[in-house]
Nanobody, 115 residues
């Protein structure tokens, strides 16, 4: 599999912001789309946002719409997740996913929203 490495997670207060990065070991143009998922303790992994690599079309889950933004920097083989107005319920491990003919998962980065 293509390697995906997430970074940018950490501890932030409610209402704060973080930007997550996911860097691929190869060109992201081999994938049709890239996504961010998250998984909180005791819960199933859930889709947060998706972006098509070539067209830049985006999809957001309702619980983050208007607060999060997904984008790509194709020349750096990177997808970002800008997270604003963070809430305690956003606390989770966030995973990068690349989908298409080839599929790959990152190892995850912890995001903790707490006062």
């Amino acid at each position: 599999q293509v390697q995906l490495v997430e970074s940018g997670g950490g501890l932030v207060q409610p209402g704060g912001s973080l930007r997550l990065s996911c860097e691929a070991s190869e060109s992201i143009f081999r994938f049709q789309f890239m996504s961010w998922y998250r998984q909180a303790p005791g819960k199933e992994r859930e889709l947060v946002a998706t972006v098509t690599v070539r067209g830049g079309d985006t999809y957001y889950s309702e619980f983050v719409k208007g607060r999060f933004a997904i984008s790509t920097y194709n020349a750096k083989n990177t997808v970002y997740l800008q997270m604003n107005s963070l809430k305690p319920e956003d606390t989770a491990v966030y995973y990068c996913y690349a989908g298409g003919h080839f599929n790959s998962w990152g190892q995850g980065t912890q995001v903790t929203v707490s006062s």
